[in-house]
């Protein structure tokens, strides 16, 4: 029984994962970098203290447990939007709220390593 248990653990952890890395964009940094020329907004998903740490140089950062609550400083719902975090979780689960409530264009870029240099 425990060994049933430890094989559906491993499984669901194993599709999470999968999960997570589908939802970043495939773009690579040249393209992300062609967006943020463009004017896309970048916004950094992680916790002030991780973005203290260093970001993206023109990150906004809008913690993930405040983009529901900041939602208008995201502006126009066709303006193409690159948010990121640590790894792509969090950022994929802002792009997942914000494509639900209008926005078009938005990027999950995955981790602050993923972003082109500035």
């Known amino acids: 029984m425990n060994r049933m248990i430890l094989i559906v653990i ?5 599709l999470f994962i999968i999960f997570q890395l589908k939802k970043t964009s495939g773009m690579d940094q040249s393209q992300l970098k062609e967006k943020i020329d463009a004017g896309a907004l970048v916004v950094d998903v992680r916790t002030v203290a991780e973005f203290n740490s260093g970001h993206f140089p023109t990150a906004k950062n809008i913690p993930i447990d405040e983009v529901s609550k900041r939602v208008d400083e995201f502006g126009d719902k066709n303006q193409t939007i690159i948010v ?8 994929g689960s802002a792009k997942s709220f914000l494509e639900s409530i209008g926005y078009k264009q938005v990027i999950n870029a995955g981790g602050l390593s993923n972003m082109p240099s500035p």
């Open 10 to 14: 491993v499984t669901v952890a194993v």
């Open 84 to 91: 990121y975090c640590a790894s792509g979780g969090r950022s």
